[in-house]
């Protein structure tokens, strides 16, 4: 386990910093400078800023010099368009935001989607499981974007119960996680009922069965531990996509999580925060994906890589 | 002699061989789901071409007459032509989904066409050299996977114009690695073959074998993966203009649509998000039942 372990790690580490330098040359090659404005600047002035900011520094000093920042002080540098604020500040300000609502989205996600697999799949064609698969076959056109503004009309306009936006208590958080939790849940709960009904009918169950046991203990002891593997092979992506989802949450419900700051930063081409939001994501990304793989590994001692 | 030839007559006739292909058709003919989707399909499609010529406003010209007023005067109705309302500028909302529709489709399918060739190609090369060039190949996939796509599209968009062009570039130059990962797997099992075997004794070289040999047996993979990825293009695409960071005005895509609605609920123009939504859902449902409908066909063992 714990070779498994290290060797992921060995995996996890090059790929971040792999991001951080892609991510650092497309901000270099991209055209027009972070001073380049209307008003052309006197060359000793903008010689100044380039030697506060470092970039007179050949690349692989800058590159560096970034890289080091961030893997030591966790330090993104400073923003381009905020001269008073660093990258830092930014995300600091909506990240404790995005992580609980995203978190509830997931738990929600998780909890409700195996739930609805579980029973479609114990009553496996009754109302119950036609009704389970039409809502994950409907769910899957209802991303969080098509979510948001239909949730929206319905309890802000039509209803009056939610707040159509905000962020100052637990009833704002509502809309945000159903939108965002939506089509995740239906995924969850198909793959889980597939998966479920393919367990419930091979041997140890049957054994389990034949045993006498009672079924609440052959479902819940033998069959969904088995049944859950290919759901968390899910959570991976699915909680890459949810990180993603978050974006439209913040603009659509004016949440105020980095989702804000990123598309912020992408209009008024602020690229230290773009790149500083991406490389947080990505990060977190390998992170999750980490856990998820030793998650796998711990459930079925079968794994190995 | 002629009895012979009696004999094969008689036998071609009692038998007549059913290609592969033949039972994958039947199959796909016999689901209903899937004959839903491909009728949906068609539908939006026709709507996507033809929808241009029922229209009676152009997508670019302003109503003057319902300006001002779209709330009361501006919602769906055939009097003044306006079959799907108009938009919050007074344009016609009918012809603006026509070529929304037209862009969402096409991004689907063209991001769909470059990420099926990248990924084909390059799963099929991992896949058939196998050993090392594999492992570093397939490495550099499972590295690539964990970048977040979609924030590195925006960062792209941003910094090179958003140009339709990247948007469609990018979305399917993202997209190929699941499929590299299919094709790989399939193109392992087919590697061992004779009629591979026997090329390779040939001398036939190594494209050739891959493109001639290898890619057309993994056509039915490719097509149901294909359909499939299509969907997730549109997602893709409009979830980019969703945020207003995907086409530009006056083009615009369904996304574009569904956001310009989103973002005028409150004024009461229901429909202004109601018709793009539905022609997003029509369009994403038909791709889903339609793929699905063709895994079921060609790939029946896997479900």
């Known amino acids: 386990m714990f070779t498994f372990i290290l060797k992921r790690l060995a995996i996890a580490i090059p790929t971040l910093l792999l991001l951080i330098v892609i991510s650092f040359l497309l901000m270099h090659s991209a055209p027009g400078g972070p001073f380049t404005a209307e008003r052309e600047l006197p060359p000793q002035v903008l010689a100044n800023l380039n030697a506060k900011y470092g970039l007179d520094q050949p690349l692989w000093r800058q590159i560096t010099t970034y890289v080091w920042g961030i893997v030591a002080h966790f330090d993104f540098g400073p923003s381009f368009v905020y001269k008073d604020r660093t990258v830092n500040q930014i995300i600091a300000q909506g990240f404790p935001i995005t992580l609980t609502y995203g978190l509830i989205s997931f738990a929600v996600a998780v909890i409700f989607g195996v739930s609805l697999g579980v029973a479609a799949a114990i009553r496996h064609n009754s109302l119950l499981d036609y009704i389970a698969v039409g809502v994950s076959i409907g769910a899957q056109v209802l991303p969080n974007f098509v979510m948001a503004p239909i949730l929206v009309l319905i309890f802000t306009l039509w209803l009056g119960v939610l707040p159509g936006g905000g962020w100052q208590g637990p009833e704002y958080w509502i809309m945000p996680v159903i939108a965002l939790s939506t089509s995740f849940m239906a995924s969850i709960a198909r793959i889980t009922r597939s998966s479920m009904l393919e367990v419930l009918t091979s041997n140890h169950i049957r054994t389990a069965r034949a045993k006498g046991l009672p079924e609440r203990r052959v479902i819940l002891r033998h069959a969904l531990k088995p049944a859950l593997l290919p759901v968390i092979s899910y959570l991976g992506p699915a909680f890459v996509a949810m990180i993603t989802g978050s974006v439209v949450v913040d603009i659509y419900f004016s949440t105020g999580g980095i989702g804000k700051a990123f598309v912020d930063s992408a209009l008024n081409r602020d690229y230290a925060v773009m790149m500083g939001v991406t490389i947080l994501v990505g990060a977190l990304t390998i992170f999750f994906t980490l856990v998820v793989d030793i998650l796998y590994g711990w459930i079925d001692p079968k794994i190995r890589y | ?303």
């Open chain 2, 1 to 303: 002699m002629v009895a012979t030839t009696e004999n094969s007559v008689a036998t071609k006739a009692v038998a007549k061989g059913r290609s592969p292909w033949a039972d994958a058709r039947r199959r796909f003919w016999r689901n209903k789901a899937a004959m839903m989707g491909l009728f949906i399909l068609i539908a939006v499609a026709a709507f996507a071409i033809f929808g241009g010529w029922a229209a009676q406003w152009s997508n670019e010209e302003l109503d003057y007459n319902v300006m001002g007023q779209i709330a009361e005067l501006g919602g769906p109705s055939f009097a003044n032509g306006h079959y799907f309302g108009t938009d919050d500028l007074g344009r016609d909302l009918f012809a603006r989904t026509v070529q929304g529709t037209q862009i969402s489709l096409a991004v689907g399918v063209i991001g769909a066409i470059i990420a099926c060739v990248v990924g084909t190609l390059y799963g099929a090369t991992a896949g058939y050299f196998g050993g090392r060039i594999d492992g570093i190949m397939m490495r550099t996939v499972d590295i690539l996977m964990a970048v977040p796509y979609m924030f590195v599209l925006i960062l792209l968009l941003v910094m090179y114009g958003r140009s339709i062009t990247i948007l469609f570039v990018g979305i399917g130059l993202i997209s190929w690695m699941e499929m590299s990962r299919i094709v790989r797997g399939q193109t392992l099992s087919l590697k061992g073959r004779e009629y591979v075997e026997a090329a390779r004794a040939t001398g036939v070289s190594a494209p050739l074998i891959i493109l001639r040999h290898i890619v057309p047996n993994l056509a039915g993979v490719i097509a149901v993966y294909a359909t499939l990825l299509v969907p997730l293009m549109i997602l893709t695409e409009s979830f980019i203009s969703f945020l207003g960071l995907g086409v530009q005005e006056p083009m615009t895509s369904l996304g574009a649509l569904i956001s310009e609605g989103a973002g005028t609920i409150a004024y009461g123009t229901t429909w202004q998000l109601g018709f793009p939504l539905l022609f997003f859902c029509l369009t994403l449902f038909g791709f889903f039942f339609v793929g699905d409908g063709l895994r079921d066909a060609l790939d029946p063992k896997d479900r």
